[in-house]
T-cell receptor, first 114, second 113 residues
Framework: GAGVSQTPSNKVTEKGKYVELRCDPI?????LYWYRQSLGQGPEFLIY????????DSGLPNDRFFAVRPEGSVSTLKIQRTERGDSAVYLC????????????FGPGTRLTVL | QKEVEQNSGPLSVPEGAIASLNCTYS??????FFWYRQYSGKSPELIMF????GDKEDGRFTAQLNKASQYVSLLIRDSQPSDSATYLC?????????????FGTGTRLTIIP
C-alpha cells in the first residue's frame, strides 16, 4: 500500500514568514510523529499524536511551532515567524501503535528559511 | 552525555566483508531498539528492530543487544556497494506512552568495491 506522504517536498521561505507542512500517514496508522533532521544529525523528535490528540509535544522547540491532526489522519505542522535556524528536513512517521510497532518515515519536507 | 551515541565514521569496509556498526545508549530502562538506513537525501528506512538480549538475524543483517552494557550493534555480512549509507540507531523509551524515538547521529558506511 501507499507509504507516508509529505507535501511540499521543498519549501523556501523568508525569515519571519509562516509555513505549513503536511503529512498523510499510512492508512490505518493511529500514531503520527514529527521529527526534524539537521545536516549531519539524526532525526530529533518534535511531537507525537495518538489519534487526534497530541500525546507528547515535549520536542517542540518553542511556541512558534504547532501541529494539529483534527480528524486523526492528516497532520499539519505549523511554524510561525520562521527563523534561519528552522531550516532542516522535517520528517513525518506513522505507526500502528501496538506493542513492538515500528515507525515508517515519509520522504520529508526540506525547509529553507532565507 | 548524549542519550544515544554512535561513531559518526566514515567507516570503510571492502566489498564482501562484514561491516560492524555500534551504538550505546544512556537510558537503562529503554526497551526497543531500531536500526534505520538512510541514503543521502532520502528518509530513514527501517532495517531491523530488537527487544531482547542476544542476536536477531534477518538475511545479511544481524542485530545484537546487550542491555546490561547498554549496547546495541548491527552486523552486515557480505557487504555490498548498495549498503553504503548512513545507519541510524534509535531507541524507544521504557513505558507505553513514551513512543518517541531518540536517534544517534548516525554512522556513515562506505563499501569499497
Amino acid at each position: 500500500g501507499a507509504g507516508v506522504s509529505q507535501t511540499p517536498s521543498n519549501k523556501v521561505t523568508e525569515k519571519g514568514k509562516y509555513v505549513e507542512l503536511r503529512c498523510d500517514p499510512i492508512s490505518g496508522h493511529t500514531a503520527l510523529y514529527w521529527y526534524r533532521q539537521s545536516l549531519g544529525q539524526g532525526p530529533e523528535f518534535l511531537i507525537y499524536f495518538q489519534g487526534t490528540g497530541a500525546a507528547d509535544d515535549s520536542g517542540l522547540p518553542n511556541d512558534r511551532f504547532f501541529a494539529v491532526r483534527p480528524e486523526g489522519s492528516v497532520s499539519t505542522l505549523k511554524i510561525q515567524r520562521t527563523e534561519r535556524g528552522d531550516s532542516a528536513v522535517y520528517l513525518c512517521a506513522s505507526s500502528l501503535l501496538s506493542v513492538g510497532d515500528t515507525q515508517y518515515f515519509g520522504p520529508g519536507t526540506r525547509l529553507t528559511v532565507l | 552525555q548524549k542519550e544515544v551515541e554512535q561513531n559518526s565514521g566514515p567507516l570503510s569496509v571492502p566489498e564482501g566483508a562484514i561491516a560492524s556498526l555500534n551504538c550505546t545508549y544512556s537510558d537503562r530502562g529503554s526497551q526497543s531498539f531500531f536500526w534505520y538506513r538512510q541514503y543521502s537525501g532520502k528518509s530513514p528506512e527501517l532495517i531491523m528492530f530488537i527487544y531482547s538480549n542476544g542476536d536477531k538475524e534477518d538475511g545479511r543483517f544481524t542485530a545484537q543487544l546487550n542491555k546490561a552494557s547498554q549496547y546495541v550493534s548491527l552486523l552486515i555480512r557480505d557487504s555490498q556497494p548498495s549498503d553504503s549509507a548512513t545507519y541510524l540507531c534509535a531507541v524507544k523509551g521504557d513505558n507505553f506512552g513514551n513512543e518517541k524515538l531518540t536517534f544517534g547521529t548516525g554512522t556513515r558506511l562506505t563499501i569499497i568495491p
